[in-house]
């Protein structure tokens, strides 16, 4: 009798000695291709896909939406389960992971980091990406959240197990704060099946004048199981019930302007700010005496980030290094011109960047209370380089500043790839804190989808930022240049005497923030770690077809304040 137990090759690709199709790497687009094609019977199964390395899995998502869409795809294996570091200390007892590329003679062949490729460390402690792909891999899915008639379909994606053996709930929340909770009872659906839940209660039927209405939904263990205590979430999901607004901004009345030398001084009840002029930085902005920014490093158009372990395989820090230049060019305004329109006092500044042949043009409203609006307008005329890592506006601020508070995707990092388990709510965290341990320094602690955030002192003093719409975001007491390994990280190539092997602490931390507010920047990619880049609705092209506009305002406050009520004015 012959073994009927289904045999899977890689290596025979389609030939007939393998029951199931088991490819390496290839991409969402390629494996939906394969589940279209009529004439292909075998169950596909990626034996390696979403190649962990560093900050990575991007797209994940993607991947999913395509896999559970066609029976025949029938998911994949993530290279790898965890990161292959040995524990090391530094001189001063600081704790690090060594990799391969740390040990053997001058002249050993060598891949560097690359077995740090793993969804959890090598302690097995998780990382985002971990996150991430539990809220992907959920079998438990609510789907068509109905404002209309309150309710919710639920689908229950797993083999064997009815949907009755869990607890169900669900939270409203209103700009973040909780307004309602609620059961949802006898939810029972077969494998495969979808269960509609009855009426939800408490959900706003009228749009507030302010406000962002949001749901959350929630599946988790009644009896205790291996590994799993009563209560644990196994399934998750948020929806909007109404999208955030806010009022028109009310009527202010114009800064004063001063031209002295080189500097326009804009001053108005105990606040004031300087531009230099032939910068273009806001240098100086003070509040109730408290100087915010540091060293005179206001705000100035940014395109760099510290590149991860996937921009090195697609060798990115070489291809887009025109950006990097951009970045690190000494400010030097084009054009600087201010004047006055109604109650408004301006202060408008354009950047050229010939490296890339791209322009800026910055739009400073300032008003007498310390308010300035600042609108941008980027354009990439040049198309010398395929792709823009990031477009924003870098700054530095004072040490004082030492609490983060947002209303966006959180409460772990997140990126345009890699943020469906990050759900949209309020977050406060230590700056000193912002710093995600890769093994190999690279970008971390991006947010995304931000509505506003604010930045304080002990005092509870400091400074909110606005979103027009909504913006991205990185602030650290670790510079940018403290993550950044250059344009090799030498992986692949025999040790020499001048290999530089980083370790996450290698990276020191400053006494001030390096903050970054964002129009964007591209994803962290994951199909593959040597030449894959992020997919492109995760990429930022130039061209005069891509121009970007994107605003917000400052706004500081004192300790007395309570700045949540200015961000429904502003």
Known sequence: MLDSRPIQYERAGLEWNTDIYCPMYSSPQSIEKYAQ????TRPLILCEYAHAMGNSLGNFQDYWDVIEKYPILQGGCIWDWVDQGFAAKTSDGRKYWNYGGDYGDTGTPSDGNFCINGVVYPDRSIKPQTIEMGKVYQNIKFIKF???????????????????????HYV??????EIYKGQMDNINAAPGKTATSAFLQGIPKEKNTTGDVRIEFYATIRNAEPFLPVGTVIAREQTYVHPFFKKEVVRMDPAK?????SQVVFSGDDFKATFDKQSGLLTSYIYKKQEYIHNGQGPQPFFWRAPTDNDYGAKLPTRLKAWREASYQTPKAESFNVSKDGDKSIVKVTYRFPQVDAQWEIT???????????????????????????????????????????????????????????????YTTPIKDLYEPYIRPQENEHRTDIYWC???????????????RTFELNASNYLLGSLDSGETIDNGAPRTNETNHRHLTDPQPVKQVDMFIDYRMMGVG??????????????IRPGVENAIEYGFSIVPFDKKADYKNLIYQY
């Open 526 to 539: 994951g199909d593959n770690s040597w030449g894959a880049i992020a997919h492109e609705p995760y990429l």
């Open 364 to 426: 400073y409203k300032v008003f007498a209370n310390g308010i300035i609006k600042v609108d941008n307008r980027f354009v990439a005329e040049g198309t010398e380089t395929p792709m823009i890592p990031r477009v924003g506006l870098r700054m530095q601020l004072s040490e004082i500043l030492n609490d983060l508070t947002y209303y966006g995707r959180g409460p772990e990092e997140n990126y345009r790839d890699r943020r469906t388990s990050q759900f949209i709510g309020e």
């Open 257 to 261: 302007v001063d031209e002295v030398f």
């Open 146 to 168: 109905d404002p209309q008639t309150c309710t919710v379909q639920i689908r229950n994606d797993f083999s064997f197990t009815d949907l009755n053996k869990y607890d169900f």
């Open 172 to 177: 409203v929340r209103d700009h973040g704060k």
């Open 454 to 468: 604010a930045l304080t002192t002990k005092q509870k003093a400091g400074l909110l930022f606005i979103a027009d």
């Open 37 to 40: 094609n009529k004439e292909m």
